[in-house]
């Protein structure tokens, strides 16, 4: 399983940004739960959204409403759209997959298998 995220970039306060994390071939990729991640140098890594296999989606109460993660299946794409951007949302931003989709793990980084490399987000005045 390879993921490679794209979208990054710098924005000012309010601006908005849309990640996109496209996945490789050789798997049923609609059978597997899928996440954004973001961490801080020094910080431990956080779950930001995700959405299973289902549909069923889950966010971090810190960008509830700003951020709106989908997937499409067929173009094996997840996205994360995300606007009203703070200088807090500045970090690196990854996405994950695993098979496991149970809601109780939807954001804990510990419970995913494979990972992108990453794409940095950064938010300014």
């Known amino acids: 399983v390879h993921l490679q995220e794209s979208g990054g970039g710098s924005v000012q306060i309010g601006g908005s940004l849309r990640l996109s994390c496209t996945a490789s071939?050789?798997?049923?990729?609609?059978?597997?739960?899928t996440g954004w991640f973001r961490q801080v140098s020094g910080k431990e890594r956080e779950g930001v959204a995700s959405?299973?296999?289902?549909?069923?989606?889950h966010y971090a109460d810190s960008v509830k409403g700003r951020f709106t993660v989908s997937r499409d299946n067929d173009a094996r794409m997840l996205s994360l759209h995300m606007n009203s951007l703070k200088p807090d949302d500045t970090a690196m931003y990854y996405c994950?997959?695993?098979?496991?989709?149970?809601?109780?793990?939807?954001?804990?980084?510990?419970?995913?298998?494979?990972w992108g490399r990453g794409t940095q987000v950064t938010v300014s005045s």
């Open positions: 994950a997959t695993k098979f496991d989709c149970r809601p109780l793990s939807a954001l804990q980084a510990q419970a995913y298998s494979y």
């Open positions: 071939s050789g798997y049923v990729y609609k059978f597997f739960c």
């Open positions: 959405i299973d296999s289902q549909g069923g989606i």
